[in-house]
């Protein structure tokens, strides 16, 4: 396996992301909120409520590690805090990764999370899971990975490299307490940085 990433298996794969924090990997202890703006550059025209589930369970998961997320358009996308998430056509990812299997993408320290969103609505079939759910926890997910050092796929929770289809139907993914602690840290280091 290259250095981008990581395959996700669940009978989907995702590469680079890494899964930290189940229910019960530990809840975070309480700590100051910290906000982060994520622009979603929607290419393969999901529906709007399918769009609307996935940003509820993902910002769940940011809201259970003290982040609010505020999902803007990509044009008022700027600053250090803000990220970019692009939902992908099956088309316009295959140049990328030849797996049928991926669904997602990010290589840490880029600004850009990248999920196929044929590939999760044909896997949430499969599951018998809402295509808005898997979308969020695939959205929160590689967003890990951009928030996260390299390499942080873990044993359990969100974070693992393949996705733990029951918590995530019953809505228990969510990251350890370290990852949590790693995101805060880095999102406070950021948002020093950006007002000076």
């Keep these: 396996m290259d250095s981008r990433g990581r395959i996700w298996p669940t009978g989907l794969?995702?590469?680079a992301m890494t899964?930290?924090?189940?229910?019960g990997a530990g809840a975070a202890p309480q700590q100051e909120v910290r906000d982060l703006t994520v622009a979603v550059a929607d290419?393969?025209?999901?529906?709007?409520?399918?769009m609307k589930e996935a940003e509820r369970v993902a910002s769940d998961v940011y809201r259970r590690a003290g982040i609010e997320i505020q999902w803007v358009e990509p044009s008022t996308y700027e600053g250090a805090t803000r990220l970019y998430v692009n939902v992908l056509s099956q088309e316009m990812a295959a140049p990328y990764y030849a797996s049928d299997e991926t669904v997602g993408f990010a290589i840490p320290g880029s600004r850009a999370a990248n999920v196929i969103y044929e590939r999760i609505r044909q896997a949430a079939r499969r599951r018998h899971v809402a295509s808005g759910l898997l979308l969020g926890y695939v959205i929160a997910h590689e967003l890990g990975h951009l928030l996260l050092p390299a390499h942080s796929h873990s044993s359990s929770g969100l974070m693992r490299p393949d996705i733990d289809m029951e918590l995530a139907a019953?809505?228990?993914?969510?990251?350890?307490?370290?990852?949590?602690?790693?995101?805060?840290?880095?999102l406070t280091v950021q948002s020093v940085v950006s007002t000076q």
Excluded: P
């Excluded at 899964?19 to 229910?23: E, K, L």
């Excluded at 307490?177 to 790693?182: G, K, N, P, S, T």
């Design 13 to 15: 794969f995702i590469l």
């Design 19 to 23: 899964y930290g924090g189940a229910a």
């Design 43 to 50: 290419y393969a025209d999901v529906d709007s409520k399918t």
């Design 170 to 186: 019953t809505k228990k993914l969510r990251f350890t307490a370290h990852q949590v602690a790693l995101i805060q840290e880095r």
